[in-house]
């Protein structure tokens, strides 16, 4: 099993920054990808962005792309997401996710975080 525990959500203003981070436990060598998905009120579940163990290479959601970067440090079994020039449409919870095959872009995940909340005023 792997847990994942994701923080660093809050209220920031349009325009403004927010890093959120994923730290991983427990089986984490059977990870190929990690990622991150959101969820609007009354919206299905979005995937934003995704990032192999290993850091070689990253997907990016049209939404998010030039705006967010994903990134992980494997020495703390962390990844994080910084988001800049935060939109009032990126409100949502923010939720990580991993997955053991190989494919960053990831569709049905093998583990979830419970979520972070990321509200973005206007």
């Known amino acids: 099993q792997v847990q994942l525990v994701e923080s660093g959500g809050g209220l920031v203003q349009a325009g403004g920054s927010l890093r959120l981070s994923c730290a991983a436990s427990g089986r984490t060598f059977s990870i190929y990808a990690l990622g991150w998905f959101r969820q609007a009120p009354g919206k299905e579940r979005e995937f934003v962005s995704g990032?192999?163990?290993?850091?070689?290479?990253?997907y990016y959601a049209e939404s998010v792309k030039g705006r967010f970067t994903i990134s992980r440090d494997n020495a703390k079994n962390t990844m994080y997401l910084q988001m800049n020039s935060l939109k009032p449409e990126d409100t949502a919870v923010y939720y990580c996710?991993?997955?053991?095959?190989?494919?960053?872009?990831?569709?049905?995940?093998?583990?979830w975080g419970q979520g972070t909340q990321v509200t973005v005023s206007s």
């Open positions: 996710a991993a997955d053991r095959s190989k494919n960053i872009v990831i569709r049905t995940p093998d583990y």
């Open positions: 990032i192999s163990w290993s850091g070689g290479s990253t």
